[in-house]
């Protein structure tokens, strides 16, 4: 899997453009500055918990017993419910409700951007796809800046798109990572299969 691969991949997963309503939704009452700074700390910190799965995630695995085949139907199952939640919607509301004004680490950081299968994907690039930690540096740290490059400007990107536009956005994201999960549950069948 080339670098490129490995950031669209991470992009995918980390859904940026589906995860914008949900930071205006969170950070709405920030001013200007005070936005961007919650922005870009919650970025690095979901990027921070990836990066530190993908160092120690093998281990994890290994404890638990979890084969490389399991990992791959696991992680595609994840990635395909998400799909199928960011193409025909679903309830997201369970993390827009209750939060301060400022939230730290939940609900933006994780789950939103460092989700179950965020953390299923870089954990897999490790152990099936043997990426070294400083290409999945690279890699984790291009999707970033996709991230805040979607984030940072994401109120003007709202108002621009409007609804529609966001939405659209989203069920392609969805539809292209839909293929993909359906792939890794393919591959981790011929796998157990030998």
């Known amino acids: 899997m080339s670098q490129f691969e490995q950031i669209l991949l991470l992009v995918?997963?980390?859904?940026?453009?589906?995860?914008?309503?949900?930071?205006?939704?969170?950070?709405?009452?920030?001013?200007?500055?005070?936005?961007?700074?919650?922005?870009?700390?919650?970025?690095?910190?979901?990027?921070?918990?990836?990066?530190l799965l993908g160092w120690g995630g093998a281990g994890l695995l290994h404890t638990f017993g979890i084969t490389e085949p399991a990992l791959h139907i696991g992680g595609g199952v994840i990635l395909f419910l998400l799909s199928l939640r960011m193409i025909y919607g679903g309830p997201q509301g369970a993390f827009q409700d209750g939060y301060a004004a400022d939230p730290l680490l939940v609900p933006i950081a994780v789950p939103a951007i460092a989700g179950p299968a965020a953390i299923a994907t870089v954990i897999l690039l490790r152990t099936q796809q043997a990426v070294p930690l400083g290409e999945l540096s690279v890699a984790l740290l291009g999707a970033l800046l996709v991230a805040l490059a979607t984030f940072i400007p994401g109120r003007r990107i709202a108002l621009w798109l409007g609804p529609r536009g966001l939405n659209a956005l989203e069920k392609l994201t969805g539809l292209l990572l839909n293929l993909i999960a359906v792939n890794m549950m393919l591959e981790g069948v011929r796998r157990f299969l030998g």
């Open 12 to 51: 995918l997963v980390t859904d940026p453009f589906g995860n914008l309503p949900l930071v205006l939704s969170a950070l709405g009452r920030l001013d200007a500055a005070a936005f961007r700074r919650a922005v870009l700390r919650e970025s690095l910190f979901a990027f921070g918990v990836l990066l």
